[in-house]
């Protein structure tokens, strides 16, 4: 069975970023009020560097991309400006007002493959639906193994050819490239699944008997008494 599926590639967004001196609670406090979000670049190899980016800008590169980690450019600004190709490892947001608290930027060599979990998007109508089957999507992402610049904003999978009792796994989608799939190739990741069937139950022997002991006392309520005129 083939399957056809298609990587849109994703390409790392630009979103600058100022050093950052101060530390604790009330600094990074301040920091959101005047429109900013403390946050701290790390990576292998790399001695961690507190930043600040602009909440407004970090919302709409956050928008912009769809893959299940953001990758971007972190522009940083210092006494000279440079430029690190990072991916948020961790975002902090509040729990009742969701707004933004403090980002994790990890750093990434374009050359060194990355874990990214990349989100499953279905494509045509399956013939085993309008069959009355239904659908389900098992897993919604997939991690794999690539490298930055390879990393897709989404597998395709067609499921038109799907009918009812089939299944996609893992193992049936093909990716071009060095980009590897981490999950086991057995692993479902769209069914076909069989219309339900609602069961009628049958009555049992006591239920038959009690019907008709009702049936034969309404045909005695209701038969004419001996006297009564037609």
């Known amino acids: 069975k ?3 599926r298609e990587e849109i590639y994703l390409e790392l967004l630009e979103l600058n970023a100022n050093i950052r001196t101060t530390v604790g609670n009330g600094p990074a406090r301040r ?10 670049l790390y990576g292998p190899g790399t001695e961690p560097v507190l930043l600040s ?3 407004s800008d970090f919302d ?8 299940g980690h953001l990758l971007l450019n972190l522009v940083i600004q210092d006494s000279e400006t440079y430029t690190r190709s990072a991916m948020v490892k961790e975002l902090q947001t509040h729990p009742v007002s969701r707004n933004f ?3 994790d930027f990890y750093e990434i060599a374009m050359d060194r493959k990355i874990r990214v979990k990349v989100p499953i998007v279905t494509t045509g109508k399956s013939k085993g639906v309008e069959l009355g089957g239904m659908l389900q999507i098992i897993r919604r992402e997939l991690e794999v193994l690539c490298l930055p610049f390879e990393v897709p904003e989404s597998i395709e999978i067609d499921v038109a050819d799907l009918d009812i009792g089939d299944s996609i796994h893992v193992g049936d989608i093909s990716l071009e490239g060095e980009i590897e799939f981490l999950e086991d190739e057995n692993f479902t990741v769209v069914t076909l699944l069989t219309p339900k069937i609602e069961e009628v139950e049958e009555p049992t ?5 009690e019907a008709e002991e009702a049936a034969v006392e309404g045909e005695v309520e209701e ?8």
Request: overall charge negative.
């Open 2 to 4: 083939s399957i056809f």
């Open 205 to 209: 022997e006591e239920e038959e008997e």
């Open 223 to 230: 038969a004419p008494k001996a006297g009564d005129k037609e």
């Open 101 to 103: 608290l403090h980002v």
């Open 53 to 55: 980016v602009n909440i």
């Open 60 to 67: 709409q590169v956050l928008k912009k991309s769809r893959v």
């Open 31 to 40: 920091l959101r009020q005047s429109g900013q979000i403390p946050a701290v």
